[in-house]
């Protein structure tokens, strides 16, 4: 599967709001964060759903997506692909969105983030981390709120709090100072 084309370093992304200089660092960290296209994408699961006439590639059951340094792992990743002529079954039409489902877990080199689900949108490139509690970590720093929004064409993100909880209209952050130079 042509993997990538479809923007795992989307999903990695958020990770660059979790350092100290956070707010300084973001854009340029959000921004900065690519797959390499010469390297090997190795996707595991259970099964492979492929629906050629829906143009819709379905990974089930212990999802893993590895390429070098980064890791994504879930209970399921819906890949749509555009209807362009290419074929969903080799993996050469090109990505038109991205959903993951379940225990979404991205990890890029030191850097964390779990939520429930996601979804990267190709076209507009933003990605969308939700769920109960969206956690972003890099060593002892920790962010926490329940949708994360990231704008992949100019590194904005935003972080929403958890609506309807005992913190109810609070993201939660902890920083701990020198955790980088460990």
């Not at 479809?6 to 990770?15: D, E, I, T």
């Not at 212990?62 to 002529?85: E, F, I, P, R």
Request: positive net charge; aromatic residues 4%; glycine residues 10%.
């Amino acid at each position: 599967m042509r993997l990538h084309r479809f923007a795992l370093p989307a999903l990695l992304a958020f990770a660059g709001l979790t350092g100290p200089a956070m707010a300084q660092d973001a854009q340029s960290r959000l921004t900065g964060l690519q797959l390499s296209g010469d390297k090997p994408i190795q996707i595991e699961s259970d099964r492979l759903e492929v629906r050629e006439g829906e143009n819709v590639a379905v990974f089930s059951g212990n999802v893993s997506v590895a390429q070098d340094k980064t890791v994504l792992k879930s209970s399921k990743m819906t890949v749509y692909y555009l209807k362009d002529g290419g074929s969903a079954a080799t993996g050469s039409a090109n990505i038109d969105r991205l959903e993951v489902d379940g225990n979404v877990y991205v990890k890029s080199d030191t850097q964390v983030a779990t939520g429930d689900k996601a979804t990267f949108d190709m076209k507009s490139e933003v990605l969308v981390l939700s769920g109960k509690e969206v956690v972003l970590s890099e060593g002892d720093n920790v962010i926490v709120g329940c949708k994360l929004t990231v704008q992949m064409k100019n590194g904005q993100a935003k972080l929403d709090s958890c609506k309807g909880s005992k913190s109810a209209g609070r993201v939660k952050m902890l920083l701990t100072p020198g955790s980088q130079n460990r």
